[in-house]
């Protein structure tokens, strides 16, 4: 059950990352480099919301293998989520 809880706090901070995100059109390398507009950024909330609620039903229901199996598939994306955004800008073009 810890992993559905665990679940669910990532979901529900990454969602928020993602609205946050999601309100400011972003810079040059945000949007043009790595092509993350503010909609693909609320996709990502969304989805994370979506992912919460399933933690949740899985935390309910006492579905340890579920959970797991859960946050297994949202940690991938999770981790592809934080480096489309967070690769930054180069120092300098060469």
Known sequence: MIWSAAGALLALAIAAVAWRRSRSKGGFY???VYAMTPQ??????????AFAA?????LALHEASAGIAGLVLYALIAVLYATSFLQGAPDRDE
């Open 54 to 58: 399933y933690f949740a039903a899985t």
């Open 30 to 32: 945000d949007v043009e």
């Open 40 to 49: 693909i950024h609320r996709r990502y909330a969304l989805l994370s919301l």
